[in-house]
Every structure is written in structure tokens, then in C-alpha cells.
């Protein structure tokens, strides 16, 4: 294990290791900070596993391949996730869970030219301490930036994994969903995507790894491209998300497709049809009436006045 459990006292300075200079190219000439190897292969991050109340204790390593002296200042951080759901650090947040654990050996150090300074930290796990990740950083500034280095910290005692989805909409050629983290450990998921239309199957994507590492308790709202769905169709779409730890969720929505510009159109078709019939029995209904008007005993008839035949009496020169 990278960590070992110790109660050990920190050593009181810092070691300092002399580089040779053929060691770095001369364009790589930025700092950098990573774990100690310790006669181990390179590490990424580093992992820690310990019970409440114990100490853990490890060493970061910062590399000075320039040609100047450097001042570099050591501080912890907590995990955060980023608006993609990748794991990203509280820089600028006061650490409130393992970067408030972390202690350094020195937490100001100054590296001569070309050489790499070995720092000795601990991570001291208060008891009481939840179980499950609780993942953390080291970050190392000088010279105007800031470099980080993850740590994983998983506390013993007993673990949930477990996670749902939530919120699934399909829209504008693609998926929209929720993934919940409802457990105590760092999720990476993996997401299955099924859509069954009237006709039959419409979409089936195999369970692949998501970009993301979600930590206990939160929430992050990711889309899944569907470029091509049907034209005219109703489809149910489901999502199946698992984990590592055996947590399994599911969701679905119900989904119509229809060419809008067609539909459109035959709506508009469909009220200019029924404006011109209202017109027309209106028109109807005012002839009927003007009609009925005309007969009714005691209305004076317009038929002389109104173009209606006159009887008159010819002249024959008859003798009555």
C-alpha cells in the first residue's frame, strides 16, 4: 500500500536531492510536483486507507529542473467536482475535510537549481470519522502557479455504493439525465441507453464508462448524444447506470417525434378550412332569415318599391 499506517513524528526538515542536470530536456524547464517514488514505479496520485483516528504518513516530491532557485509553499485542499463531473480541487475554499488533515513536514520550501526536495506529510483521520472516500489534494504554488496533486483517502468501517438517476429528458438531439451519488464511496459509472419505438427497437448503446468521478452526495447533470432519432415515432427511452460496489439505477421517459414543419402546415390548412365553413353558415343563416323576413303578415312589402312586378290596365278600346 502506497500509505502505511504509522504514528511517527515528522521529520523536522525537508530532504533535499541533487538532480543531474541530463536528467530534463532544455525546454522542460517548469517545476513539477508528484508523489515520492520510494524505490516504486511512478504513482499518479496518492492512495491512503486507515480507521478513524489513525495517522497516515507519505512524502511529495517537487522537481526544480531550472536554472534558479524556488521558493514553493505546500498546503491540503479538498475534492470537488467540476461542471463536467470530472474530479476537480477547492483551491481557493478552506478545507474543511482531508485537506484540513493533511500536516507537512515544511510547508515552505526552497529548492535550489536543478534539484528535487523529498517533503514528508501526514494525514491525520479525526476520530468519528464517516466511512467511505474522501478524496483530497496537495497543492504546491510558486512562481505564480499553482500544481496539485490528488489524494485518495478511504476511511475503513462499512461502505455503500449506490447512486440514482434521475430527471431524464430527451430534446434538440440528445438525452439530458441526473446521476446522484446516494453511497459513501467515488463513483466512475457506466451508462446503457435503451429506446423501444412503436415499431421496435429504435436505439441500443452498450454500457460504457462515463468522464466521471462522483463523489458521495452529490449531483451532476450530463447529456447523451442522439443525433438521429425517428421522424415519426413514440418512443420510451430507458438509461441503466451501474458501479463499481454493486450500485445499479434506472430511469426512463416517453418520447414523440414528429416532423413539426408538416405538422405545422396541416394545422394552419386545418383552421383556414374550418374559418372559410364558419363564414359560409353565417352568410347561409342571414339569407334563411332575410328570406322568412319578407313573408310575415303586417311588413310592408317592398316589391313595388324594390323592383317587383306592377299590373297595369292597357287601353284596348273596348266598350264595357
Known amino acids: ?3 502505511v499506517v504509522r504514528a511517527l513524528c515528522l521529520a523536522s526538515m ?3 536531492t541533487v538532480l543531474g542536470v541530463a536528467s530534463f530536456s532544455v525546454a522542460d524547464d517548469d517545476w513539477s510536483v508528484v508523489p515520492s517514488t520510494g524505490g516504486r514505479d511512478g504513482r499518479p496520485y496518492f492512495y491512503a486507507e486507515g480507521a478513524p483516528g489513525t495517522v497516515l504518513e507519505d512524502t511529495v516530491s517537487v522537481r526544480n529542473p531550472g536554472g534558479k532557485p524556488l521558493t514553493v509553499r505546500f498546503r491540503g485542499a479538498d475534492a470537488d467536482k467540476g461542471g463536467d463531473g470530472a474530479l476537480s480541487v477547492r483551491a481557493r475554499a478552506r478545507a474543511k475535510d482531508t485537506g484540513a488533515w493533511i500536516t507537512f513536514a515544511e510547508r515552505t520550501v526552497r529548492i535550489p537549481a536543478r534539484t528535487r526536495a523529498d517533503v514528508p506529510f501526514t494525514v491525520s483521520v479525526p476520530a468519528g470519522t464517516a466511512p467511505g472516500d474522501h478524496p483530497g489534494a496537495i497543492l504546491a504554488s510558486a512562481g505564480g502557479r499553482t500544481a496539485a496533486v490528488r489524494v485518495h483517502l478511504r476511511v475503513g468501517g462499512p461502505t455503500l455504493s449506490a447512486l440514482t438517476v434521475e430527471h ?4 434538440d438531439g440528445r438525452i439530458s439525465y441526473e446521476l446522484v451519488n446516494r453511497g459513501t464511496t ?5 451508462l446503457a441507453v435503451h429506446a423501444e419505438g412503436l415499431f421496435g427497437e429504435v ?3 452498450a454500457p460504457r464508462t462515463l468522464p466521471v468521478e462522483l463523489l458521495p452526495g452529490r449531483r451532476v447533470r450530463l447529456d ?4 438521429d432519432p425517428p421522424a415519426l415515432d413514440g418512443v420510451d427511452v430507458e438509461l441503466t447506470v451501474t458501479a463499481a460496489g454493486g450500485a445499479h439505477a434506472g430511469a426512463g421517459t416517453k418520447a414523440w417525434f414528429a416532423p413539426w414543419a408538416a405538422a405545422v402546415v396541416g394545422a394552419l390548412s386545418g383552421l383556414a378550412v374550418c374559418a372559410g365553413g364558419a363564414l359560409w353558415f353565417v352568410r347561409r ?3 334563411v332569415w332575410r328570406v322568412r323576413l319578407r313573408g310575415q303578415p303586417g311588413q310592408p312589402s317592398r316589391a313595388g318599391a324594390a323592383g317587383q312586378p306592377r299590373t297595369e290596365v292597357e287601353s284596348t278600346g273596348a266598350v264595357m
Not at 168 to 171: A, P, T
Not at 224 to 227: A, G, M, V, Y
Request: no cysteine; aromatic share 8%.
Open 203 to 205: 436505439l441500443d448503446r
Open 14 to 16: 525537508a530532504s533535499v
Open 186 to 190: 467515488v463513483l466512475t459509472p457506466k
Open 168 to 171: 431524464v429528458k430527451v430534446h
Open 224 to 227: 447523451e448524444p442522439w443525433p
Open 285 to 287: 343563416v342571414r339569407r
Open 1 to 3: 500500500m502506497p500509505f
